[in-house]
């Protein structure tokens, strides 16, 4: 059965041959052995469940990292209005709340702001990631910061 989805406007093909392919290139790169071990890690580590124990943690990585991947000063960070430093912190909120599950008013207190300014910005990311020919360069700065995240979150 073949699934067809769009993850930030990519049109991603999966199906059971795809699968094979890739996992066949793994394979090749480093062997069966190390695949199943791969592999048996992955499953028995999946329950991507809400970071919630290490939240402090994945705040202040995603803070670092934004502020590195939006090339922004640190210390103007949560103070700076400009479309910058807005659309960092913008990531950072819609992030956050999308690995700890937290709720906007937590987010809001995480980060010392309005809840209603997590409500907004998450809504508005949720939109740019419907449209991301439009928003491309946010896109994939946002894309970046979600790897990176994504890659912290398996280490924790």
Known sequence: MEETSTIHGKTMR????????????VV???GLQKTVVLLRSFVEKAQFEPVKNNAPLLLTFLTNEAITLFDLKE??????TTT???EAR???YHLYHKYTSYSYAKVAQVFGTGKRNIIYYKQKVDER???PHYYKPFIQLYD???????QFISKL
């Open 129 to 131: 990631l419907t449209i």
């Open 90 to 92: 913008m990531a950072c």
């Open 14 to 25: 999966s199906d059971y041959e795809d699968l094979q392919y890739h996992i066949d290139m």
């Open 144 to 150: 970046q910061l979600e790897e990176r995240s994504i």
């Open 84 to 86: 910058e430093y807005r």
């Open 75 to 80: 210390e103007e960070f949560h103070t700076n």
């Open 28 to 30: 090749g790169k480093i």
